[in-house]
T-cell receptor, first 113, second 114 residues
Framework: KAGVTQTPRYLIKTRGQQVTLSCSPI?????VSWYQQTPGQGLQFLFE???????NKGNFPGRFSGRQFSNSRSEMNVSTLELGDSALYLC????????????FGPGTRLLVL | AQSVTQLGSHVSVSEGALVLLRCNYS??????LFWYVQYPNQGLQLLLK??????LVKGINGFEAEFKKSETSFHLTKPSAHMSDAAEYFC????????????FGTGTRLTVIP
């Protein structure tokens, strides 16, 4: 079974721009979670989508948003990029049962200049 | 509130020596605990998971972890380090009941010396 895939793998943007990242979960998984990883803050939870609905949200500003499609693929959008948004963005998928193991993709590395 | 603390941001061991990576947790409910490994430029790979079925949990690549409620610990061990074990290791605890997110520790970078 194919793993979680994320596109693109690398991205360079400038301040003020917006960016959209994509995540395709493992086949059959209905939950997709997004995490931000930075050297300073470590791994932080952004939000989780399950059956096209945001089910859980971390403590990030409204510039960070997401959505999920009927095929469970998910996108994450960051508007008005700031230098501090430079990070590795990881998505993880699971069947959606609470406290279940999450399987991570390789991440998208975003650099904001 | 859920949180984990990993003691030691860097650990170095000789090849063939015991690996011990420390993790202490705080949880308002019986925790689900995880260890993940991250190799350079890659995502996170699950090593093992504790779900209260057994206090000693065996994972992949020869790793295991023991849940000790009295010490609120979930330390990761491997009897004999291999060069391929060099990576960053993250301990995580599941979110509160009703949530499907993970709270991660700050990570421990393991170096294996030949």
């Amino acid at each position: 079974k194919a793993g979680v895939t994320q596109t693109p793998r690398y991205l360079i943007k400038t301040r003020g721009q917006q960016v959209t990242l994509s995540c395709s979960p493992i086949s059959g998984h209905r939950s997709v979670s997004w995490y931000q990883q930075t050297p300073g803050q470590g791994l932080q939870f952004l939000f989780e989508y399950f059956s096209e609905t945001q089910r859980n949200k971390g403590n990030f500003p409204g510039r960070f948003s997401g959505r999920q499609f009927s095929n469970s693929r998910s996108e994450m959008n960051v508007s008005t990029l700031e230098l501090g948004d430079s990070a590795l963005y990881l998505c993880a998928s699971s069947h959606g049962t609470l406290q279940e193991t999450q399987y991570f993709g390789p991440g998208t590395r975003l650099l904001v200049l | 509130a859920q949180s984990v603390t990993q003691l030691g941001s860097h650990v170095s061991v000789s090849e063939g020596a015991l690996v011990l990576l420390r993790c202490n947790y705080s949880s308002s409910v019986p925790p689900y605990l995880f260890w993940y490994v991250q190799y350079p430029n890659q995502g996170l790979q699950l090593l093992l998971k504790y779900t209260s079925a057994a206090t000693l949990v065996k994972g992949i690549n020869g790793f295991e972890a023991e849940f000790k409620k009295s010490e609120t610990s979930f330390h990761l061990t491997k009897p004999s380090a291999h060069m391929s074990d060099a990576a960053e290791y993250f301990c995580a605890v599941s979110g509160p009941t009703g949530a499907n997110n993970l709270f991660f520790g700050t990570g421990t970078r393991l170096t294996v010396i030949p």
